[in-house]
């Protein structure tokens, strides 16, 4: 089977784009894993389907493992760069939706702006479990978590997928994989989740290392830095406008009071190919 794919990149976070054709539901996720390998595919952190659906765009999101995530940050900006860049929309906002809701994106300059919802902090719709007394938590924020005996503050909230921030002592890369595994799967989220490692540079900016579920570390995450500012902003360590600073460059998330977040950074296509599928 031949695949024509696009490939893009959003702050190093990568992702593969290709049309939903006539490929049966069963294909999908075998078909991310295998063309999102390092090493025996086109590689990337995941593949997105897509399909127009009037006004609207249809995506299918999965990680490169094979699991399929409700949204990606980065992911909507990437699929808004080459839907528009490419001239398949001719206008500057477009309408993506995924399994977690309609997201609309903005081209502004060369970045994209994203309309990424509100913040769902209640524990069961992140999804989180509690265990003893906590079980009548309204909020995940700063909140011990044992983690194979080591107790760590976590801060807990949806940004169109599960996310879990904590401000570790040391911001290195053995904190990351050290923990980020042993959270993505603790038992207190049942669905999994994503883990941002923070650390705060000012009341406007912070530094963050990601570790994503399904994928491992990655370079930057969207929702994920959506994630880490709506922490940042309620355990009152920045104001509401934050500047992300991630490996290969930044991100903008806006969380007015009471209000929607804004997420705005780049996006940009790298190559385009055809997949012959072995």
Known sequence: MKIDFIKTQALGNDFILTELGSLPEQDLSPLARKICHRNLGVGADGLIYWKQNGDIFDLRIFNCDGSEPECSGNGLRCTAAYLIESGRWPQSTIKLRTVSGIYTLARVGAEYEADMGVPELRPHLIPFVANGSGSSLERVVDYPLIVNGESVRITACATGNPHCSLFPARLDEDT???????????????????????????????????????????????????????????????????????????????????????????????????????
Do not use: M
Not at 201 to 223: H, K, L, M, Y
Not at 240 to 268: C, D, F, I, M, Q
């Open 176 to 278: 990351v994989h050290r923990l980020g595994p042993k959270l993505e799967h603790h038992p207190a989220f049942p669905n999994r989740t994503n883990v941002e490692f923070i650390r705060v540079i000012n009341d406007r900016e912070i530094q963050v290392e990601f570790w994503e579920r399904g994928v491992g570390p990655t370079w930057a995450s969207g929702t994920g830095s959506c994630g880490a500012t709506v922490a940042s902003i309620l355990n009152q360590k920045t104001g509401r406008s934050v500047t992300v600073h991630t490996r290969a460059g930044k991100l903008l998330v806006e969380w007015p009071e009471n209000g929607r977040l804004k997420l705005t950074s780049t996006a940009s296509v790298v190559a385009e190919g055809r997949y012959l599928e072995g």
